[in-house]
């Protein structure tokens, strides 16, 4: 019994310091973080009312896990026609919604959840036909003045979403590079719709899915990215959410070369071998059909087709 006591009250001599040095330690960054917090709030709540008067109050944003603040107007205030300055309401615009519904009226019936969840689809896509589209469907909604406010001052660019992007993907947040992906996409970034397709073609960031690949490689190729091209190319080379098609591969990788993909020109002078003998075949053919090649065609990439596909790339 006395050892056992013994046993117990070290035990428990040993638990407080222990406990007070982890207090010590995590309590003051605890208040740090929060102090810093209330800060940033504070200073942004100042960088309102400067810029949109009084009754401009600041809401916190998450943008893929990093806080930002943007600017509103608190009630009795909205934003003027302009979306520049907060004004105070007319009464006449202040009535009472009728005793037993709870409905935000957004100008077609639907209900605030409706006008939320459109909202925040808006501010992610960040377009201006995104948030036209919003206000056709919520010309009354509380975010209304918000998306006249977007509308008169447009938002980051396709190029500032894509770079974006491009940095969460170099950093192996591959979800995170999707969605901004995605956005770039949307707001018609063509390299953002390719970089698309591959992450639906490979599963980076999202589930795998080849027609969703070809859906944006496509919308890629038409505004003529030559990566889209050879990505859509290995589709048909191997039949991928299409029937498979050696001489539509061919075409597209010949054209993916001719518009400067030094990938496309690198698979096909190094790395042919992983293409069938069929397709290397009516890529000789292709060549010889445009003036390029005027060998054998054999799906053989000797000297002579090596020459003709960099002759394909204007590099002799």
Known sequence: MAGTWGATRISSMLHWPIATIVLMTVVPQVFAQNLKAAEALSEAKAKCVQKHGPGAVAEEELDFGEVSYVCTCAAPYTFDAAGTRCVQEKASQSTAPAAGNNAESSGSGTSSSDALTDWTRAKYLNTADAYGRFL??????????????????????????????????????????????????????????????????????????????ERWYRKAVKQGNAGAMLNLGSMYEYGQSVRRDRPRAAELVARAIKGGSDYALTSMVSNSTQWSREFRRELQRVMREEGFYDGRIDGSFGAGTRSALKRLAGQQ
Do not use: C, I
């Not at 010309?139 to 500032?160: E, I, V, Y």
């Not at 491009?166 to 992906?181: M, N, P, Q």
């Open 136 to 213: 056709a469907a919520h010309p009354n909604s509380r975010f209304a003045a918000q998306a006249r406010q977007k509308l008169a001052n447009p938002g980051a660019s396709a190029d500032g979403v894509f770079s974006k992007a491009w940095t969460k993907d170099k950093a192996g947040r591959k979800h995170e590079a999707f969605l901004l992906y995605l956005k770039a996409a949307e707001m018609g970034h063509a390299q953002a719709m390719n970089n698309l397709g591959v992450f639906y073609h490979n599963g980076q960031g999202t589930k795998r899915s080849y027609a969703q690949a």
